[in-house]
């Protein structure tokens, strides 16, 4: 399966690594990236080919995964078209729906939209994943070993549910950094030093993270068993309740949801 990256930034680098990793060959692999300082980090990273024009591949690519920001894809599209008949196109902008990626190609119907996190960095991201009418049973799994390279794939059979994904695990890991940041200046302004507060702050995290992940409880029961009547901890949920905190990280998430939405109407008009 030859794999042809559009766009060479971070979110492709964990792509392309977690797929060597898993023992690809770094010979089925090509990026295309305008950016000469992209091209000379991946190359010295994985090995991998780059250029700066697909113009200058002459090789039949299976899948070809868009790897550009939202705004840029129209654009990418159109330079694309009619050139990858027979592949699958894989597309990773937040926001674009499959309708407007089978226009901007020409009316191309092997398409797969996915959204990956920033932990795919680590291999420890999770990705939404949904497939176009036109996709085969074949084009699925071969959108599942690339996005499965990086951490855990679901599947989604209506695309809408992209935008949410895209609100909840997509943006998902600045909420989190949001919190560990809070979390660290609290200590700090609780007299802890700065390696301390930064150190308890987050392992506190991963091991939370790593007790609601592979304990049978949910969260809202983990979260009983630390609370003591009359306890720190009831004090602090109990401030934390007081300013309607969890109803801001709802409202937060929907927030970036909606914005999914507008990207695809606003970009879609392209």
């Not at 794999?3 to 792509?15: K, S, Y």
């Not at 020409?106 to 920033?118: C, I, K």
Request: with cysteine; proline share 3%.
């Amino acid at each position: 399966m030859r794999i042809l990256f559009v766009g060479g930034g971070n979110m492709a680098g964990a792509l392309i690594g977690g797929l060597v990793q898993q023992g690809f060959p770094v010979s089925e692999l090509a990026v295309v990236d305008v950016s000469a300082e992209a091209r000379a980090r991946l190359s010295a990273q994985h090995g991998v080919r780059t250029v700066a024009d697909p113009g200058a591949l002459d090789e039949i690519f299976e899948v070809v995964l868009l790897a550009v920001k939202p705004q840029q894809i129209a654009g990418v599209c159109k330079g694309l078209s009619g050139r990858f008949k027979g592949a699958l196109v894989i597309s990773i902008a937040a926001g674009i729906r499959t309708a407007d990626l089978a226009r901007w190609l020409g009316g191309h119907t092997r398409l797969a939209r996915a959204m990956p996190n920033t932990p795919a960095l680590l291999r420890a991201g999770v990705s939404g994943l949904y497939a176009a009418p036109g996709a085969s049973a074949r084009d699925r799994d071969d959108a599942q070993r690339i996005l499965g390279a990086v951490g855990s794939v679901i599947w989604f059979d209506n695309e809408g549910a992209l935008d949410a994904v895209t609100a909840v695990s997509g943006s998902g890991p600045a909420y989190v950094f949001y919190f560990i940041e809070s979390v660290e200046e609290a200590a700090r302004s609780l007299g802890l030093d700065a390696a301390a507060a930064r150190r308890l702050a987050l392992d506190t995290f991963l091991g939370a993270a790593k007790l609601a992940f592979e304990g049978e409880d949910p969260p809202a029961v983990l979260r009983e068993k630390v609370t003591s009547k009359g306890g720190t901890t009831e004090r602090a949920l109990n401030s934390l309740d007081a300013a309607r905190v969890k109803a801001h990280i709802i409202a937060a998430v929907r927030a970036a949801a909606d914005r999914a939405r507008e990207l695809g109407n606003e970009l879609g008009k392209t």
